[in-house]
């Protein structure tokens, strides 16, 4: 090539490269969840820098503080950031996980609603005293009235056990996701033991007996969307903060001990609450695949209690001794919002309420006759 065919190849200004692949639709995946309505001013800052509108992150740190750290608002905009780890949303950037100032507003939200549970789960427990009252099963209360499980055993109705496992899809249909965090921070039989009720959460090599996937056949046989994310606007505040608070202790190194102990305490009180579960989902003819899914989390959960606590606590506690206050923090934590959620439902469906911020659609046909399926509050245009 000559001097003058390489001046005549290189581009001029008027013709600027072509810009880079990042650039791209690639990065904005056209499908996946749709961004959530805005509940106040820090979800709706969030959602709007995410849709690319003009809304402004610089203040919204400073709001954080005087938020209701257990607020609809708060853990939306938590919640959102958080997705931003899972799988995201349809038309926001890839990228955006790692966005600095995403992150500066995430952390904002994260520590005042750590800040608040730190102030309302007892300070200085043991593992013993945290794990003591969880591993004995209650005797039946008088007249059946307990929490949400044995509500929704002895006499909820359909239309409720519909809107609990739309409210619990947040979690289930990416369960055990947020737990596998943190497998890289634990060693040793802790690790291993981790590692091993992780294999049996994701169908231990069996795609279709993937945890999430038997979820979804429960929310099809109850006649529900089982769209990822697709319940998100019903979703209250309460329900929000549990997954919230997942993410929460798996995303930090330093919450280690929290996340083991938080799911030491789902694993501990998982069986006992399934068989309860399972009865309702009988007890309403939700169908084979809904009472699977918790006739598997009996069986398997009942293994999973005995490895959490004797593998998983114990092999953290012998090599991190002093995460013992963590553990047991994880686990009241879990606890507290446990009831939180709990008695927002109970209060509504006891008055014959949705516990949902919009109700479900009405099932259609034969299920509508006499099976309770629809709330009395049900609006027609759904959730």
């Not at 926001?92 to 549970?117: I, S, T």
């Not at 921070?185 to 049996?200: N, P, Q």
């Not at 809904?290 to 999973?304: G, I, K, Q, S």
Request: hydrophobic content about 45%; proline content about 8%.
């Amino acid at each position: 090539m000559t001097a003058t065919t390489r001046q005549a190849a290189r581009p001029t200004a008027a013709a600027p490269a072509a810009p880079p692949a990042a650039a791209t639709p690639a990065t904005a995946p056209a499908h996946g969840p749709a961004l959530p309505e805005p509940r106040g001013p820090l979800s709706a800052g969030v959602l709007a820098a995410l849709g690319g509108g003009s809304g402004r992150l610089d203040d919204l740190p400073a709001r954080a503080v005087t938020a209701d750290p257990y607020g609809e608002d708060l853990h939306l905009a938590l919640y959102v950031l958080y997705e931003l780890h899972y799988r995201g949303f349809a038309q926001v950037a890839e990228d955006r996980e790692w966005d600095p100032e995403l992150l500066r507003v995430r952390r904002a939200l994260e520590d005042h609603f750590l800040a608040a549970l730190r102030r309302d789960v007892p300070a200085g427990c043991t593992v013993d005293e945290a794990f003591g009252e969880l591993l004995v099963e209650p005797v039946e209360p008088a007249g059946h009235e307990g929490g949400v499980a044995h509500h929704l055993q002895f006499h909820g109705e359909r239309w409720q056990l519909r809107e609990y496992a739309a409210l619990r899809s947040l979690y289930h249909l990416k369960e055990a996701d947020p737990h596998a965090w943190v497998i890289p921070r634990l060693t040793g039989a802790e690790k291993a033991a981790m590692v091993a009720i992780e294999y049996d959460e994701f169908g231990a090599g069996r795609a279709e007996d993937v945890h999430a996937r038997l979820f979804a056949g429960l929310m099809r046989d109850l006649d529900l969307d089982d769209t990822y994310g697709r319940y998100l606007d019903a979703a209250p505040g309460p329900a929000l903060a549990l997954v919230n608070l997942m993410s929460l202790f798996g995303l930090h190194r330093a919450l280690r001990g929290a996340l083991v102990g938080h799911f030491a305490c789902v694993e501990v009180t998982s069986s006992p609450g399934s068989r309860r579960l399972a009865a309702a989902m009988r007890r309403l003819e939700a169908g084979a695949a809904a009472e699977r899914f918790y006739d598997e989390h009996v069986e398997a959960d009942a293994v999973h209690e005995q490895v959490v606590r004797r593998e998983v606590i114990g092999g953290l506690l012998a090599s991190e001794p002093a995460q013992e206050p963590e553990i047991a923090f994880g686990a009241d934590a879990t606890v507290l919002l446990e009831e939180r959620l709990g008695a927002a439902l109970l209060e509504a469906w006891r008055t014959g309420a949705s516990g949902l911020r919009t109700p479900l659609q009405p099932e259609p046909g034969p299920a509508l006759a006499g099976s309770g399926a629809e709330s009395p509050d049900a609006d027609p245009a759904g959730a």
